[in-house]
């Protein structure tokens, strides 16, 4: 694989202690630049991919969940099945390296770069495939059935192992951070990403806009129909939610019955829009909640929008709690109003 280098190859170890640092200290898009990026650099090849079975985007939420606005990790590969990538996966017990081939190798190259000589090292943890790394060169002598693999198949461990841990942490963070019932964010993950979202409007000169909202009358669901009945209603509330709002939007279960939707880069006309279309999607056809119960629910919103201005002495913290205690206030006119409305907080 490497010729005419000795056993211990200092860019084989260089690489090996990046992935192995990814491991423990990276987010897992860090990781992925390190086995990508950064395998590249380290072996001088001309491209490097990664292909990764994820057939219920499970790995691409998480993606999603830690960074919203970043792009997937180009060189990255995402399927649903190996074999739709390549015929060569069901066969793959290790690290294969031949000529370039484009029916075999062609959905596993997508950066742009043709190869004339690849190396593919299949990545599998307790048994099961996880995907692929795989090298690309421009030299058609670098990789070919000739050359020893055990370097190869190592590190294809080492990768291998180091995936399944820092996607296990990303799923230990995401459950710290997430509603159980809802599947949404809790109130940890708001504390802990809106004065980011503030710092960012405030250099940027934009607004930043919520959207408080509660079941109305939801205590009398629980009384009447029991509490799995209101669990449900909660889940279905928070479905139709979600089909509103953007992947950018910070959505949380704020407690009990209430509902909060944080809008970065969105001025009050826009939350105002969204609101109404949130509280449509909520009434407009009964909720399912058992074989025999169908229930009309309405909710109650509060909008208010800022313009974060200069950090004081705890950051941003005491400007996201005003503003949310704001439309916290809106949200109770909207009750006091009649319910099932919207109801903006006074300047």
């Known amino acids: 694989f490497l010729p005419n280098k000795p056993v211990v190859d200092p860019s084989f170890c260089s690489a090996k202690k990046n992935l192995v640092g990814g491991r423990r200290g990276c987010s897992t898009a860090g990781l992925f630049d390190n086995l990508v990026d950064g395998l590249a650099r380290s072996y001088g090849l001309d491209t490097v991919t990664l292909v990764l079975l994820d057939p219920e985007h499970e790995v691409r939420h998480l993606l999603l969940f830690n960074n919203p606005t970043k792009p997937l990790p180009e060189g990255v590969i995402f399927c649903d099945a190996l ?42 943890r307790h048994g099961k495939t996880l995907g692929s790394l795989n090298f690309g060169s421009r030299d058609a ?22 995936l399944e841990n820092n996607i296990n942490r ?8 997430t509603d159980v ?21 405030a250099r940027n000169g934009q607004h930043v806009s919520f959207l408080l909202f509660d079941l109305d009358h939801f205590k009398q669901v629980n009384d009447e129909h029991g509490h799995e009945t209101g669990d449900n209603v909660l889940r279905e509330v928070a479905r139709r939610v979600q089909k509103e709002i953007r ?17 970065p880069q969105t001025g009050l006309k826009d939350a105002l829009q969204l609101a109404e279309r949130i509280r449509n ?12 119960t169908a229930l009309t629910v309405t ?24 503003a949310i205690n704001r439309a916290d206030q809106a949200m109770y006119a909207a009750k006091d109003g009649g319910r099932n409305r919207v109801s903006i907080a006074p300047d």
């Not at 909520?282 to 025999?292: G, K, L, M, S, Y």
């Open 181 to 201: 019932l809802t599947g949404w964010h809790n109130r940890r993950y708001v504390d802990a990403r809106l004065p980011e979202e503030f710092a960012l409007a």
């Open 281 to 292: 999607a909520v009434c407009a056809t009964p909720i399912r909640a058992n074989e025999q």
């Open 141 to 162: 002598p670098r990789f070919t059935r000739y050359h020893a693999t055990d370097f190869l198949a190592h590190l294809a461990v080492i990768a291998s192992f180091c």
């Open 247 to 263: 992947l950018s939007d910070v959505a949380a279960r704020w407690g009990g019955e209430e509902f909060l939707v944080v809008l």
């Open 83 to 124: 074999d739709a990538v390549s015929p060569i996966y069901p066969k793959l017990v290790g690290p294969l390296l031949g000529p370039y081939l484009e029916d075999r190798h062609g959905a596993m190259f997508t950066m742009g770069v043709e190869p004339k000589s690849v190396a593919v090292l299949p990545l599998s």
């Open 170 to 177: 990303s799923r230990l963070i995401w459950a710290g951070l």
């Open 299 to 322: 909710v109650s919103i509060g909008a208010y929008a800022t313009m974060p201005g200069k950090p004081e002495a705890d950051g941003y913290d005491k400007q996201v709690r005003e």
